[in-house]
Structures are given as structure tokens and as C-alpha cells.
T-cell receptor, first 114, second 114 residues
Framework: GAGVSQTPSNKVTEKGKYVELRCDPI?????LYWYRQSLGQGPEFLIY????????DSGLPNDRFFAVRPEGSVSTLKIQRTERGDSAVYLC????????????FGPGTRLTVT | DQQVKQNSPSLSVQEGRISILNCDYT??????FLWYKKYPAEGPTFLIS?????DKNEDGRFTVFLNKSAKHLSLHIVPSQPGDSAVYFC?????????????FGQGTRLTINP
């Protein structure tokens, strides 16, 4: 079966531009998580969805970051007015439910803001 | 504040010997601990977990030990193989605002020398 997929794998953008990062979770997984991994650090929680709703977005660094999951499957992380400090690998994970301990990660999108 | 810490950024071990990776945590509310393995350009892959009510869990060459009084866990790999060379992340899971969120350490790069 297919795992979590993320597109694009790499994204280079200029400071101030808008970007969208896409995540396709494992089919049937209701919980979806976004993490950000900076160089030399572990992944840091950004937001999670239970179904279509963002149940907890406490990890989003500021209001330039927004995520949606309109049909309870694919999710898009949106970053407005990108800054060089946004450069990182953005990881998506899914799990069968929000009470499941194990999360399955995608390969990530490496975002570089120049 | 770093709730999960991996104090060794790197570790080098001879093939066939035991690899021991360490992790410390501060929050006693965590109820599961997990180890993830990460190869370059791939997402973290689940390796092994342990519930906070246990002190040992074994799966083939991998064993995780939990010392709750010391808030310390370790991953033992024996015998170590070249394919084990990767970055290993310790993660702690707790039911925070309804979801089993993962809090990651900074990672330890393990190199197995032939």
C-alpha cells in the first residue's frame, strides 16, 4: 500500500512569495500532522487535523502559516510572505486516529527561501 | 525548553558491536516513547516503541530500555550492521489537547564502520 506522499520534494522560492506544500496521507488515516525540521534539529509540531478540522494549530509560528484539509484526506500547508527563516524540511505524518501512538511520515518537502 | 534531549549528536560503532543511543526527557506526563530512524531525503521511519508502564521492549536486534525514575531511555542495537547507519530520533508521546503529539529530540547520527 502507498505511504504518505508529499509534493513537491523541493521548493525554492524568493523571500516574500507565497508557497503551498501538499500532503497525501495513507488512505483511511483520519489524523494528519505537520512538522517542521530545521537543520540539526528534530521535527517540531506545527498543526494536526482530525478529519477536516484543525484540532490544534498551536505549533504554527505565526499567522503567515495556514493549513487546510477540506475533504479529510489531502492537506495543504500554506505560507504567505515567506522569510529566509522559513527554510526547513516540512514533514507530514498520518495515523489511523488521533489516539494512535505511531505516526507514519512522508519524505518531506525541503523549502528554501532565498 | 527542550522536553526531549539527545545529548550525543553523533556515534560511531564497529560493525558487529553494540550501539547504544541515549535520550532524556523532562515531562513525566509522557505515556509512550518511540524511536525513529531517518535516512537522507526520506521521512522518519518508526523503529520501536515502549509504553511508560514498561521498562523494556525488544524487537529482533533492537531493544529499548526505559528508566522512569531517571527520565531516561536508551536504544540498543546488537549486532550493529552497516545498514543501521542513519540518524536516530527519540520521540515522546503524550495526550496533549486530545491528540497523541510527538515531541522529538535533536537526533543522533549513527555510523557503523565495517
Amino acid at each position: 500500500g502507498a505511504g504518505v506522499s508529499q509534493t513537491p520534494s523541493n521548493k525554492v522560492t524568493e523571500k516574500g512569495k507565497y508557497v503551498e506544500l501538499r500532503c497525501d496521507p495513507i488512505s483511511g488515516h483520519t489524523a494528519l500532522y505537520w512538522y517542521r525540521q530545521s537543520l540539526g534539529q528534530g521535527p517540531e509540531f506545527l498543526i494536526y487535523f482530525q478529519g477536516t478540522g484543525a484540532a490544534d494549530d498551536s505549533g504554527l509560528p505565526n499567522d503567515r502559516f495556514f493549513a487546510v484539509r477540506p475533504e479529510g484526506s489531502v492537506s495543504t500547508l500554506k505560507i504567505q510572505r515567506t522569510e529566509r527563516g522559513d527554510s526547513a524540511v516540512y514533514l507530514c505524518a498520518s495515523s489511523p486516529s488521533v489516539t494512535s501512538v505511531e505516526q507514519y511520515f512522508g519524505p518531506g518537502t525541503r523549502l528554501t527561501v532565498t | 525548553d527542550q522536553q526531549v534531549k539527545q545529548n550525543s549528536p553523533s556515534l560511531s560503532v564497529q560493525e558487529g558491536r553494540i550501539s547504544i543511543l541515549n535520550c532524556d526527557y523532562t515531562n513525566s506526563m509522557f505515556d509512550y516513547f518511540l524511536w525513529y530512524k531517518k535516512y537522507p531525503a526520506e521521512g522518519p521511519t518508526f523503529l520501536i516503541s515502549i509504553s511508560s508502564i514498561k521498562d523494556k521492549n525488544e524487537d529482533g536486534r533492537f531493544t529499548v530500555f526505559l528508566n522512569k525514575s531517571a527520565k531516561h531511555l536508551s536504544l540498543h542495537i546488537v549486532p550493529s550492521q552497516p545498514g543501521d547507519s542513519a540518524v536516530y530520533f527519540c520521540a515522546a508521546s503524550g495526550r496533549i489537547q486530545g491528540a497523541q503529539k510527538l515531541v522529538f529530540g535533536q537526533g543522533t547520527r549513527l555510523t557503523i564502520n565495517p
